[in-house]
């Protein structure tokens, strides 16, 4: 079912978003999940979404260790580029909705995906970013990390203590992700009462098990399109995240 397309503030509550509000308000332990869509509103590129592609280079190769080695200058190029789109955006009403849903649920958690850093511009105090963050730098060689939050970096970044080449702090493919946040991830999915998941295409892996760990928890959907997720979601709202949430905040 697509939801009502009533503008922002519509006034009368459309039976989407109503019943999308009484399955959300029921929860006290909910486990939101989010991946580069919710972000999409805020003009930050989605990794698979015909914006993805940077350069004829596909996300995918990139964000890996081997082309990291390979050739650290064009990699660094790419999250060079992904921070300088990153550094104005600001978070959209879907970020808002979030916040404050979690403001109110203490034993509530969010899961994201993207390292782009507005669910925490948005005011949520501690988000698990479980893919790292573009704005954090480690170095290869003392393994010294920092937030860098220079646009543009000098390309390639070295480190201030002992010249090391810097690398993202961010989990490329086939790296291990930060054990204590997806231990949170799991805890959490495991006493969940609600998995809301908004803006994943729910490929990528640990993450997209996480819903199924959520055994009897109802699962709802923000997605304008389907995913492997969709066939088990009580409810799929197939709308863009901050166009639908907007009217809810
Ligand atoms: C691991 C950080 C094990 C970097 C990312 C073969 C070899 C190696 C590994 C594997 C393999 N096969 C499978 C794997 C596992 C692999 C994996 O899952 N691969 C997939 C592709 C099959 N996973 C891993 O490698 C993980 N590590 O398994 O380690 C291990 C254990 C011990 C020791 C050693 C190893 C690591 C995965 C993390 C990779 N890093 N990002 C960076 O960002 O630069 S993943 C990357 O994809 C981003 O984080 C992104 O967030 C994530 C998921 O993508 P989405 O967020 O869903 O974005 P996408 O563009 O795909 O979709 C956007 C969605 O939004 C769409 O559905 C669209 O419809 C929707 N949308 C659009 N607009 C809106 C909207 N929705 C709402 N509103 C809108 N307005
Ligand atoms: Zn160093």
């Given at each position: 079912m697509t939801a009502d397309r009533r503008g922002p503030g519509g006034a009368k509550m459309d039976p989407d978003r109503k019943r999308f509000s009484r399955l959300t308000a029921a929860a006290l332990r909910p486990l939101v999940i989010t991946g580069a869509g919710v972000s999409a509103e805020s003009g930050v590129p989605t990794f698979?979404?015909?914006?993805?592609?940077w350069r004829s280079h596909r996300a995918e190769t990139l964000a890996t260790p081997r082309a990291f080695a390979a050739d650290p200058g064009l990699v660094w190029q790419w999250y060079d580029w992904r921070r300088s789109r990153v550094a104005p955006a600001r978070p959209n009403p879907a970020h808002r909705w979030i916040t404050n849903y979690l403001a109110e649920r203490p034993h509530g958690l969010l899961v994201t995906q993207n390292v782009d850093g507005l669910h925490r511009l948005s005011g949520l105090p501690d988000p698990v970013e479980i893919h790292g963050s573009l704005w954090t730098v480690r170095c290869t060689v003392c393994g010294a990390e920092a937030e860098d939050r220079r646009v543009p970096l000098p390309i390639p970044p070295r480190c201030a203590g002992c010249g090391g080449l810097l690398r993202p702090g961010v989990v490329w493919f086939g790296e291990p992700l930060p054990a204590a946040a997806l231990e949170r991830a799991v805890t959490a999915a495991a006493v969940a009462d609600l998995v809301l998941v908004v803006g994943t295409s729910a490929v990528v892996y640990p993450v997209a098990g996480?819903?199924?760990?959520?055994?009897?928890a109802p699962l709802v959907e923000i997605n304008p399109e389907p995913t492997p997720l969709s066939p088990g979601a009580m409810f799929a709202v197939r709308a863009r995240a901050g166009e639908f949430l907007g009217p809810l905040c």
């Open positions: 698979r979404g015909d914006d993805g592609l996480l819903p199924a760990l959520a055994r009897d």
